[in-house]
């Protein structure tokens, strides 16, 4: 599965690691955060997958890093074809270990922004992959993603009840020692607990908005 050190996803890994023998692939691209690859570790320590892989994608930059880059309407986080890019890895290693599921953390949220997370999107590669490789035809690939109909207050209340280590998650866009809550990721995720009505363990304002 594909993960980062946000909440979604590691929220994805605790649901699929009930059915599934999971394997992690996390991806270092231009300018991520230590601190959120920090946190990918550690969430796929906890969770006890049987490997966790780090792809280098250096030359693989956000919008907001693309000088002149014409992204219209899509927020400077946007990597461009991001997916079709992550999910490519994946399959190669899918591929290498005879998977039958790939998953990923997207949320309801993130189809109303993103055009690489719909459903048309995510069948369109399963053909291809299958297309691709004899491996994955006959393992009959699919992509799963077990948060799309979630809103991300949804996704938190989940997260809670499945005991996601959410102290350890990671969704701030700067690097420092600790979340800076004034980013789009900080107050988003401070907004989304507090719909959720879940107290987050990293919040100096334990999940409030002031
Ligand atoms: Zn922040």
């Known amino acids: ?19 599934y023998s999971v394997r992690a692939l996390t991806f270092e691209y231009h300018g991520i955060a230590r601190q959120e690859l920090r946190a990918s570790e550690s969430i796929a320590s906890r969770a006890g997958v049987s490997e966790h892989r780090l792809v280098r994608v250096p030359d693989l ?3 907001g890093d693309i000088p002149g880059g014409l992204f219209g309407g899509l927020p400077p986080t946007y990597i ?6 992550f999910y490519s890895f994946a399959a190669s290693y899918g591929e290498e270990v005879g998977a039958s599921v790939l998953v990923g953390g997207h949320n309801r949220d993130d189809l109303e922004v993103f055009r690489d997370v719909t459903p048309r ?13 004899p491996i994955l035809d006959k393992n009959r690939l699919r992509i799963v993603r077990p948060l799309g109909r979630m809103t ?3 996704v938190i209340s989940l997260a809670s009840s499945l005991g996601v280590p959410l102290e350890r998650t990671w969704s701030c866009h700067g690097d420092g020692k600790a979340h800076c809550w004034k980013c789009d990721g900080c107050l988003t995720r401070r907004r989304s607990f507090a719909e959720a009505g879940v107290l987050d363990p990293l919040s100096p304002g334990r999940g409030k908005i002031t």
Do not use: H, Q, W
């Not at 599965?1 to 059915?19: F, K």
């Not at 999107?121 to 490789?133: I, P, W, Y």
């Open 121 to 133: 999107f995510f069948s369109s590669l399963e053909r291809a992959f299958r297309a691709a490789s």
């Open 61 to 63: 930059r956000e919008a």
């Open 152 to 154: 991300k207050p949804k």
């Open 80 to 85: 461009p074809l991001r997916n079709s890019v």
């Open 1 to 19: 599965m594909l993960l980062s050190g946000g909440i979604d996803s590691a929220t994805a890994l605790y649901m699929v690691r009930r059915e």
